[in-house]
């Protein structure tokens, strides 16, 4: 066994697994290790947070932490090595391999050497032909070698290495001898004209923040605008102090406020950067209706305090959204033709027998919808229990991938927040989604006369390629009906 066989053996290199369904980067939020540390086979090393949700990562090794390839905050591509361990610290010191130029913590910064990969391969093969020297024609003259060599870099996907400039006698003399350019900062090269030099993670990063690359100074070798430079061009910074000297002030426009200092730009990514890109999609892909009405849900609050004071209900969490989300099942138990999906590539309606009831949830990295799983044959018991570990979840940014996929409908509860109702948008392959607002005292006409009655609002949202009118509002119309007189839990269930 050679000496960088076992090099390698005793190092080993964790990478970013896909933590969800397809998704192909996620952001490192909190490393819990350290180098030096001792870890062991499945303990968590770190949090990260993919398009929907906040994941802990277990090491599949055991040993001493050698290296953290990335730092925290940054997103990282599925497949890239982010830790590296080394799995028999005894054996004395050793070098660490090297970290692949798309893995390393700076990997647009590694210079390319020989084949380099690409999306697609591994480009050209170095080219082991060479072309015969081009005899200069009269009058023409000979193209520099720098610019010879930034063009077969830029060919070659890097820039040319830095040489200095050959001057080209020109037709004419100029009559003063031109300017001298300024000299390029410390640590940067000048780029070959043409194309920005960046690798596609850079490219993509520059395009999802909105930065050109043409206006960016890189700080990379040869020239490569790296992932620190587009976050530099991404952040505000104070104008850096000019020479002393006449300072020339425009007066502002009377009325004029300066609103650019009082702004804040924030980065969208994550799971708001995936919420906003399936509410934009379902929004236009799924033509929404939706309708209102407004129940008289008094017999349904007082049954929510009697539930609480029932010994099979002891221990879990009730309230009147355990029974809304009772009523919402019971209903389509009544209209199964209403929970469907619609299959776009088959041109079909796929009806589901079962129902994966959705809970929107907001939390501190953005809106999120897991669900009950086969929620429609569950127990009230059984209901308010999962109910009450999918919201403790949600609250602690532990909800996983697969807890939000496969929904069927969803409930929104705007309520909480004082809002009488909403016009809520279909989460994405979902039939319907009700939003149940806040209950309120107010004057109601109940049994001939005027009284004060706990009154609240419903809306359902639904796919009309689904739900027509009729089966809509019967749907709706059930959720009150029960909402309004809770014992038809027992007599329609």
């Given at each position: 066994m050679t000496a960088s066989t076992a090099n390698a053996q005793r190092f080993r290199e964790f990478k970013m697994?896909?933590?969800?369904?397809?998704?192909?980067?996620?952001?490192?939020?909190?490393?819990?290790?350290?180098?030096?540390?001792?870890?062991?086979?499945?303990?968590?090393?770190?949090?990260?947070?993919?398009?929907?949700?906040?994941?802990?990562?277990?090491?599949?090794?055991?040993?001493?932490?050698?290296?953290?390839?990335?730092?925290?905050?940054?997103?990282?591509d599925v497949g890239t090595a982010i830790i590296a361990i080394d799995t028999d610290p005894g054996a004395g010191p050793a070098e660490a391999p090297a970290a692949a130029p798309q893995e390393a913590a700076a990997d647009e910064e590694a210079e390319p050497q020989g084949r380099q990969a690409v999306l697609v391969g591994y480009g050209a093969a170095p080219s082991s032909t060479k072309r015969r020297a081009r005899k200069p024609q009269p009058g023409v003259p000979a193209q520099p070698e720098?610019?010879?060599?930034?063009?077969?870099?830029?060919?070659?996907?890097?820039?040319?290495?830095?040489?200095?400039?050959?001057?080209?006698?020109?037709?004419?003399?100029?009559?003063?001898?031109?300017?001298?350019?300024?000299?390029?900062?410390?640590?940067?090269?000048?780029?070959?004209?043409?194309?920005?030099?960046?690798?596609?993670?850079?490219?993509?990063?520059?395009?999802?923040?909105?930065?050109?690359?043409?206006?960016?100074?890189?700080?990379?070798?040869?020239?490569?605008?790296?992932?620190?430079?587009?976050?530099?061009a991404a952040t505000p910074t104070a104008a850096p102090a000019e020479a002393p000297g006449p300072v020339a002030v425009a007066a502002a426009e009377p009325g004029t406020v300066d609103t650019a200092a009082r702004e804040r730009r924030v980065p969208v990514k994550g799971v708001r950067k995936a919420?906003?890109?399936?509410?934009?999609?379902?929004?236009?892909?799924?033509?929404?209706?939706?309708?209102?009405?407004?129940?008289?849900?008094?017999?349904?609050?007082?049954?929510?305090?009697?539930?609480?004071?029932?010994?099979?209900m002891a221990g879990l969490r009730v309230n009147p959204l355990?029974?809304?989300?009772?009523?919402?099942?019971?209903?389509?138990?009544?209209?199964p033709e209403a929970?469907?999906?619609?299959?776009?590539?088959?041109?079909?309606?796929?009806?589901?027998?079962?129902?994966?009831?959705?809970?929107?949830?907001?939390?501190?990295?953005?809106?999120?919808?897991?669900?009950?799983?086969?929620?429609?044959?569950?127990?009230?018991?059984?209901?308010?229990?999962?109910?009450?570990?999918?919201v403790a979840t949600a609250r602690e940014g532990k909800t996983s991938p697969a807890a939000m996929a496969g929904g069927t409908v969803t409930i929104t509860n705007v309520g909480v927040f004082g809002v009488d109702t909403g016009t809520p948008i279909l989460n994405p392959g979902e039939s319907a989604i009700l939003a149940f607002g806040a209950v309120k005292l107010q004057p109601w006409v109940h049994k001939g006369k005027v009284k004060a009655r706990q009154v609240t609002t419903l809306a359902l949202s639904f796919d009309h390629r689904l739900v027509?009118?009729?089966?809509?509002?019967?749907?709706?119309?059930?959720?009150?009906?029960?909402?309004?007189?809770?014992?038809?839990?027992?007599?329609?269930?």
């Open positions: 697994p896909d933590v969800g369904e397809g998704l192909t980067e996620a952001e490192i939020l909190k490393w819990y290790v350290q180098p030096g540390d001792t870890v062991t086979d499945g303990q968590v090393v770190c949090e990260v947070e993919t398009a929907k949700a906040a994941v802990e990562l277990p090491i599949p090794y055991t040993g001493v932490v050698h290296e953290l390839r990335f730092g925290e905050g940054v997103t990282v720098p610019a010879k060599a930034a063009l077969q870099a830029e060919l070659n996907g890097r820039a040319a290495p830095a040489a200095p400039a050959t001057p080209v006698a020109p037709a004419v003399q100029p009559a003063q001898p031109a300017p001298a350019a300024p000299a390029a900062p410390a640590g940067s090269a000048v780029p070959a004209a043409g194309r920005p030099l960046a690798k596609p993670p850079v490219r993509k990063l520059a395009k999802d923040l909105g930065i050109d690359l043409a206006t960016i100074l890189p700080t990379g070798p040869d020239g490569i605008i790296t992932r620190e430079d587009v976050h530099a919420t906003a890109q399936a509410m934009v999609a379902s929004a236009f892909t799924a033509p929404h209706v939706t309708e209102f009405i407004t129940v008289d849900v008094t017999r349904t609050m007082k049954l929510v305090q009697e539930l609480k004071q029932d010994p099979d355990l029974l809304v989300a009772k009523a919402f099942l019971v209903a389509l138990k009544r209209h929970n469907a999906a619609w299959d776009e590539a088959n041109q079909e309606i796929v009806y589901k027998d079962y129902v994966n009831l959705g809970i929107a949830a907001a939390t501190p990295r953005g809106l999120i919808v897991p669900n009950i799983k086969d929620a429609g044959a569950k127990t009230l018991p059984q209901l308010a229990s999962e109910l009450g570990d999918l027509d009118g009729e089966l809509g509002s019967k749907l709706l119309a059930d959720v009150a009906a029960i909402l309004e007189r809770p014992k038809r839990l027992i007599t329609w269930g």
